[in-house]
């Protein structure tokens, strides 16, 4: 009799457990979300190493793990335009300890133009905050006479075959804004897609194609040498390390000033502990010297949102460039 009650009791025991009854396992995950980060955290990048957003994540990396005493690393997850690291960051943990550094494209962009692209990224994913906005600049290449964006119009209807304009691939940003500078300027310009940025801005500096749009990182250096010329930047104001290059819109074409944003996301429904934390964490790192620093001298921007407002950030980008596109007609297959 007593044997069986014994087994009873063990039996009900167990089944609560399993089912959560007992309040212990949901008590143990508030206690481990209210102590992080007590380990690792690592940030998965969908770009290669030494890259604009690896170049980020790293510097925020290194100020974090200062700040929490534990170790941040970077993992480099490329390929499918940012959809293998979306997919690895969406099969996380939502423990906060496998991070995203993620940026416009992957999440506003991938979506209209990646066929297998099957993620709603304010649903699937939490928003932690966004970190630096960036914009392109316009880099014209030797052969390209044009002293400025007027004279490089000019050229374009007096030559309508003659310009042309580099990308890093089929629905790139810098693809995307060709097509609305085009536009705007009621110009023909050729669109030569290639496979990244790297070669393209090679080939413009060759005097293969006439023009790129390139991030302000990598058009800063690439503005003081001889082999290209800035002759606009997307911004709606000029930028602190190109203070003669001016806007598109001051050169008179409107509806160009597009650009992007690196933020920081999670898979969904990260603990509200967890994402306070992790909100007061990047917040800090953006005060310090270092990264201020580091961001400007890539041109960047640091920008500062909550989650909340980040959330919607993610969601207007996405409808923003959806209405861009449908707009100017952007052939994208």
Do not use: C
Not at 83 to 96: E, K, N, W, Y
Not at 193 to 219: C, E, H, I, R, W
């Amino acid at each position: 009799m007593k044997a069986n009650r014994r087994f009873a009791i063990k039996a009900g025991l167990a089944l609560a457990a399993a089912f959560g009854m007992t309040g212990a396992p949901s008590h143990a995950k508030e206690e481990a979300a209210s102590a992080y980060p007590s380990k690792q955290v690592t940030f998965l990048v969908p770009y290669a190493a030494g890259g604009p957003t690896d170049l980020i994540a790293r510097q925020l990396a290194f100020g974090l793990s200062k700040l929490w005493g534990q170790p941040v690393v970077v993992e480099n997850r490329t390929g499918a335009s940012g959809i293998v690291a979306l997919t690895a960051l969406a099969r996380a943990p939502s423990d906060g300890y496998t991070l995203g550094i993620m940026v416009s494209p992957v999440t506003a962009i991938a979506p209209l133009t990646q066929p297998n692209f099957r993620y709603d990224v304010t649903q699937d994913f939490t928003a932690v905050s966004d970190l630096v906005d960036y914009a392109l600049v316009l880099l014209a290449g030797p052969q390209t006479k044009a002293a400025n964006l007027k004279e490089l119009v000019e050229f374009a209807k007096q030559n309508p075959t003659a310009v042309t304009y580099g990308s890093s691939g089929l629905g790139g940003t810098n693809h995307l804004a060709g097509e609305l500078f085009s536009r705007s300027a009621n110009a023909p310009m050729l669109h030569v897609p290639y496979k990244g940025n790297a070669p393209a801005l090679n080939d413009v500096m060759a005097g293969q194609v006439s023009f790129v749009f390139a991030q302000t990182d990598a058009a800063i250096g690439l503005a003081k040498s001889d082999k290209v010329r800035a002759l606009g930047i997307t911004s709606k104001e000029r930028n602190a390390m190109l203070p003669t290059v001016p806007t598109m819109e001051e050169s008179g074409f409107k509806g160009v000033d597009v650009g992007g944003w690196t933020g920081v996301m999670g898979p969904a429904k990260l603990p509200p502990s967890v994402l306070k934390r992790l909100e007061a964490g990047i917040a800090e790192v953006k005060k310090t010297p270092e990264f201020k620093e580091k961001m400007e001298s890539l041109g960047f921007v640091i920008t500062g949102t909550s989650s909340t407002d980040f959330t919607r950030r993610v969601r207007a980008e996405r409808d923003f460039w959806k209405a861009k596109i449908t707009e100017a007609n952007i052939q994208l297959q």
